[in-house]
Nanobody
Framework: VQLQASGGGLVQAGGSLRLSCAASGGTLTMYVMGWFRQAPGKEREFVAAISRSGGITTYADSVKGRFTMTRDNAKNTVSLQMNALKPEDAAVYYC?????????????????WGQGTLVTVSS
């Protein structure tokens, strides 16, 4: 499956962005989906994950209450609504697919990755 992330950009602190991830070459219903991010000089870190049906989500503590992950299996897409953005949220954001039933937070567990979309937050 190929993943294409989009929606990144420049936003002021306190603002909002919505990231999207579109899949091709396969159906996302077979995958737990995740969002990860990587800031310059840092390791890639978990942001959010959503179950195959979309009924269960889990978030990193740093984004809980501000970010919301959803999926539309009919459209083969997942989204990440990011509100109340902080400068420390600035990073390249990646969507990823995990051929699993479990919501996992480790980078190596995910099988497919999108190319990333850059989020910049000005203070």
């Amino acid at each position: 499956v190929q993943l294409q992330a989009s929606g990144g950009g420049l936003v002021q602190a306190g603002g909002s962005l919505r990231l999207s991830c579109a899949a091709s070459g396969g159906t996302l219903t077979m995958y737990v989906m995740g969002w990860f991010r990587q800031a310059p000089g840092k390791e890639r870190e978990f942001v959010a994950a959503i179950s195959r049906s979309g009924g269960i989500t889990t978030y990193a503590d740093s984004v809980k209450g501000r970010f919301t992950m959803t999926r539309d299996n009919a459209k083969n897409t997942v989204s990440l609504q990011m509100n109340a953005l902080k400068p420390e949220d600035a990073a390249v954001y990646y969507c990823a697919a995990d051929y699993s039933w479990r919501l996992r937070v480790e980078v190596p567990e995910y099988d497919y990755w999108g190319q990333g979309t850059l989020v910049t937050v000005s203070s």
